[in-house]
């Protein structure tokens, strides 16, 4: 009866051939190469993921209990803006045109004829931007006219823009406007307070009381 001889098949060849047979050094090596890759890619991921934290900035220099007035050339007075706070914010290190003022409780007096009732004008806040001539008011805002002959107009809006040195203003919210017998609701306004004219945008509705 004839043998059967088989190869002979030393521990390198079966290395080779069975990547599961290597030595136990390099297995502990290779687990510990590919927990690592995966912990730091989902250390990273997480870190992607996160919601990042709003920055916070704090006031660059602030003035307190501050009135502002401005003449005209027969010494009339033009404007007036008092408020119990200003502060200003520094967006970047150097002064540049991102940098802001907020202005708390603002209470401005718009006047274009000293022969007739000027407009006060209230919010809880405003922004001035840097090189800005518009006021941004917000928060019960409430603009204020008493005359004689048509008694007190009121309008009021969340959000308005103001230009004192024009003496306009706008505003693409919801408004209010009161007059003694009368009330008016719409979306959207310009008034200008210099020509007396009100214009409302949409959706104007009205009441009146004879």
């Known amino acids: 009866m004839s043998k059967l001889h088989l190869p002979t098949i030393n521990s390198a060849n079966l290395e080779r051939i069975n990547p599961l047979l290597l030595p136990l050094p390099w297995l502990v090596v290779i687990v510990l190469v590919i927990l690592f890759a995966t ?6 991921e997480n870190l992607i993921n ?6 916070k900035i704090f006031p660059h220099s602030y003035i307190t209990n501050v009135e ?14 008092t408020t119990p706070l200003i502060r200003r914010f ?3 290190e150097n002064p540049s045109d ?3 003022s907020l202005f708390e409780t603002p209470v401005f ?5 000293p022969q007739k009732p000027g407009w006060f004008i209230t919010a809880q806040e405003g922004r001035l931007d840097n090189n800005d001539t518009w006021f941004s008011l917000t928060q019960e805002v409430v603009a204020r006219q008493t005359s004689e002959k048509q008694g007190e107009t009121t309008i009021t ?8 040195q024009d ?16 009330q008016i609701t719409a979306v959207g306004m310009r008034a200008d307070m210099k020509r007396e004219r009100i214009e409302l945008l949409s959706n104007v509705k009205g009441t009146y009381e004879p």
């Open 39 to 44: 912990l730091r890619y989902s250390s990273k």
């Open 50 to 55: 996160q919601p990042q934290a709003d920055v």
């Open 68 to 81: 502002m007035r401005q003449y005209d050339g027969e010494g009339n007075i033009h404007y007036q803006m």
């Open 90 to 92: 520094q967006v970047k």
């Open 98 to 100: 991102k940098d802001y």
């Open 109 to 113: 007096m718009v006047v274009n004829n």
């Open 157 to 164: 809006t969340s959000d308005l823009r103001l230009n004192i």
């Open 167 to 182: 003496q306009f203003a706008q505003t693409g919210k919801a408004v209010t406007m009161r007059a003694a017998k009368s």
